[in-house]
């Protein structure tokens, strides 16, 4: 099923519309129901790709389905969670979640195995038992993660304020989450212990906004670890289900979601956004844009040069720095979960606990051993996989790895890009392929289709230059850039997604929020949380209709 109306095939489409939002993933798609729910608005968005929903979405093979970037989300398997309440506004409550169960993530260095437990005292209880000897280390540390979390919230509600308010107020709102924000993960784990097994283990999910802890601010650390405390879920039917469940709301109001729909440029009147031109020169218009495109798109491609550089947000953003590129290995297998004796648990494989050193090792030579291999099992977590693809099971494994090798063939055409290239793909996906093998031998014999995407297949389908997945990079330095806001000095130019917030599906989603609160000039997600909150208070107090005799 395709998501989103094809452009070619929508010759009816308005002209005008309340707002336009460059853009589906979920930063986009967020803040167009936001405004349609709350404030009535007429959206339109505009997606480049085939199909919407960003790295929400799959992609098929006969007989099997994949998802490319939502591999588990926390905060959503209980009603009353706040990432389930905003979720449940979005899609007007028909996205389903499955539970993962007690273990989420299985922490792998070497022959040595950690698993990460739901719930607050479990997890830490575990931890206890791994490392015996420094309890005193981890409850400091786990102290710490929560501190930190906790003063996240004014942090993100100052980048939705008017200027003049940010500027008597916005030095206040920030500087409690600065202190650990401009401060690496490994620098702030060292001074709590030098076990460093410990530290490969309490940083075993890096993969999930894409920094080595040397690199990394702690303050991601900390909302990504803390974000699994209750466990985690996957999305019941798959990831499209997301996409699938938003669009409708989006259209209830009189908007639409258009895909096959390439932005060429924000059309600038009198130093204002008014509408979007199309790559095929259709012009639409609306007095709000709203752009999911990232920072670095936005203001390298979609603006006219001189406007952009009076600016200098896109100079700013490269001094920052991109995240990291991936690959990953789509693999279908022949034989159901339980014959392949599949979990649920995501396993992050690594060759020890020197995670620098592995990574920058494969950065310098992608020949070398991975420094990380991520396995999801999808369809071991979506308990309606069976019904669609019976007798078939799914695996991903992704790797985290530099851009550079695969530069050379930036210029060339996705499926035609020689035999070099095919042939460096072949010896990567082999590679990927005997990791899996090894966490899950009852795999052997049975692979049909295995599907590497490299950077350049991101860079193709998402637009990022550098093929890069969590747009900017997550460093101590991007927390200090006070500029990265939804307003923009555009007036009627906005930005959404986890440029704007941080990484991953709910970073992007909360960018979504704060994008809305600034266009709106409201504390949208205080909105959407009271709104979910009456709902399950009408839900819980309903009274039952008394069974018939």
């Not at 990927?432 to 991101?458: C, F, N, Q």
């Not at 208070?537 to 209709?545: D, F, N, Q, Y």
Request: neutral net charge; charged residues 20%.
């Amino acid at each position: 099923m395709r998501i989103g109306t094809s452009y070619k095939q929508h010759p009816g489409l308005a002209d005008e519309w309340d707002a336009i939002v460059i853009g589906s993933g979920i930063g986009g798609l967020s803040v167009a129901v936001n405004l349609a729910k709350l404030a009535g608005k007429r959206v339109l968005v505009l997606e480049r790709h085939y199909t919407a929903g960003g790295f929400t979405h799959t992609f098929r093979r006969p007989g099997y389905e994949w998802d490319v970037g939502v591999h588990y989300i926390g905060e959503v398997a209980h009603p009353r969670g706040m990432a389930r309440r905003m979720f449940d506004f979005i899609t007007d409550g028909e996205l389903e979640w499955a539970d993962m169960g007690d273990v989420y993530d299985r922490i792998i260095l070497g022959e040595r195995s950690y698993d990460f437990v739901k719930g607050f005292e479990n997890f830490r209880a575990q931890l206890h038992e791994y490392f015996p000897s420094d309890k005193d280390a981890i409850d400091q540390y786990l102290e710490k993660v929560v501190a930190t979390v906790k003063k996240a919230q004014l942090f993100f509600m100052e980048k939705a304020t008017p200027p003049f308010v940010s500027m008597l107020f916005g030095g206040m709102m920030r500087r409690p989450v600065l202190k650990e924000a401009t401060r690496t993960t490994r620098e702030v784990l060292e001074e709590i212990t030098q076990n460093q097994e410990l530290i490969g283990v309490l940083t075993g999910q890096f993969g999930d906004y894409g920094l080595v802890p040397a690199k990394s601010s702690f303050f991601i650390h900390s909302m990504v670890v803390a974000h699994y405390f209750r466990g985690a879920a996957y999305p019941v039917g798959g990831s499209s289900r997301i996409a699938q469940t938003i669009l409708p709301v989006i259209e209830r109001a009189g908007g639409e979601v258009v895909t096959n729909a390439e932005v060429a440029e924000i059309i600038i009147e009198g130093g204002q956004a008014v509408g979007v031109k199309l790559v095929d020169g259709y012009e639409l218009r609306a007095p709000i844009v709203i752009s999911d495109a990232g920072v670095v798109n936005t203001f390298e491609r979609l603006l006219p040069a001189e406007t952009a550089q009076a600016i200098g947000y896109a100079a700013k953003a490269r001094e920052v720095g991109h995240s990291v590129a991936h690959l990953s290995l789509y693999v279908g297998l022949k034989g159901t979960t339980e014959d392949l004796q599949l979990e649920k648990t995501n396993l992050w494989v690594y060759p020890d606990h020197r995670h620098e050193e592995n990574f920058a090792r494969f950065e310098a030579d992608i020949h070398a051993p991975f420094p990380v291999v991520y396995l999801s099992f999808p369809s071991a977590k979506d308990p309606d996989f069976d019904r669609r693809y019976p007798g078939h099971s799914t695996i991903e494994a992704v790797t985290l790895g530099p851009y550079a090798p695969f530069k050379a063939w930036e210029n060339t055409s996705w499926k035609k890009r020689g035999a070099e290239y095919d042939e460096l793909k072949a010896s990567l996906s082999e590679r990927l392929l005997e990791t899996i093998h090894k966490h899950a031998p009852a795999t052997r014999g049975k692979v049909e289709i295995a599907e590497l995407s490299t950077p350049l297949s991101t860079r193709n389908f998402a637009a990022h230059p550098q093929g890069e997945i969590y747009g900017l990079a997550h460093s101590p330095q991007r927390y200090q850039q006070r500029w990265l806001r939804p307003r923009t000095p555009i007036k009627g130019l906005y930005l959404t997604g986890a440029d704007v917030v941080s990484a991953g599906l709910m970073g992007a989603m909360m960018g979504g929020m704060i994008c809305s609160s600034a266009v709106l000039k409201g504390n949208v997600l205080g909105q959407v949380l009271k709104h979910q909150a009456q709902t399950l208070s009408a839900k819980t107090s309903t009274p039952r209709t008394p069974a018939r005799a």
